[in-house]
């Protein structure tokens, strides 16, 4: 079955501190991969993308996610955290072919100042 | 240039009631979606549309309609709301390209009393 697992429900980090959240997918196929943030009380928002390429993506805000093939991994990381990072962040993956997102189920970051 | 739009931001239903939820793009784009989201369950594709007139479920389609009578405009119809549709519902929309990046509106909260 197709699906996405996020291993943190909630990290807690001191500002300035190097982030890595987990993302691991199960999908038959080639993929894309997304990484998409939620600020409280906003809407989801692109983080970054791959589709083909350099494995190391960079997104806005200065994250980057490294593609991982044989781990069937797409980790986001930072490394320097700032209190504005606090927010919700999902991994989703959709297959090449097709435009559906499966979505994982969120990992709650709180960045204390 | 707006993006996709939702109307209402919040509602409150009884039991039974029935409501419809409009989402507007102004991307031109073909692909549109409905998701909801609850707590610790990620986003959750509802229904999806790939172009004008088409319509197809998604992951948990019952006790939800939609209809595409215009390519700007999704709609998403609940014709006997039950406590369990409590959530918040957003739509997303993409472009039929090799990477279909979706763009969130701001979404709707639902309750359901």
């Known amino acids: 079955a197709q699906s996405v697992s996020q291993h943190n429900h909630h990290v807690i980090l001191s500002e300035a501190a190097s982030l890595e959240l987990g993302c691991n997918y199960s999908y038959g196929g080639t993929v894309n991969l997304f990484w998409y943030v939620q600020y409280p009380g906003q809407h989801l928002q692109l983080l970054l993308k791959?589709?083909?390429?350099?494995?190391l993506v960079k997104g806005i805000k200065g994250f980057e996610a490294e593609f991982i093939k044989s781990k069937f991994s797409f980790n986001l990381r930072k490394p320097s955290v700032q209190w504005s990072d606090t927010a919700e962040y999902f991994c989703a993956v959709s297959g090449r072919s097709q435009g559906n997102l499966i979505f994982g189920k969120g990992t709650k970051l709180s960045v204390k100042p | 240039n707006a993006g996709v739009t939702q109307t209402p931001k919040f509602r409150v239903l009884k039991t039974g009631q029935s409501m419809t939820l409009l989402c507007a793009q102004d991307m031109n784009h073909e692909y549109m979606y409905w998701y909801r989201q609850d707590p610790g369950m990620g986003l959750r594709l509802i229904h999806y549309s790939v172009g004008e007139g088409t319509t197809a479920k998604g992951e948990v389609p019952d006790g939800y309609n939609v209809s595409r009578l215009k390519k700007q405009n999704f709609l998403l119809g609940l014709e006997s709301a039950a406590p369990s549709q409590t959530s918040v519902y957003f739509c997303?929309?993409?472009?039929?390209?090799?990477?279909?990046?979706?763009?969130f509106g701001p979404g709707t909260r639902l309750l359901v009393l």
């Open positions: 791959y589709f083909s390429g350099d494995p």
């Open positions: 997303a929309s993409s472009a039929p390209v090799l990477v279909r990046s979706q763009y």
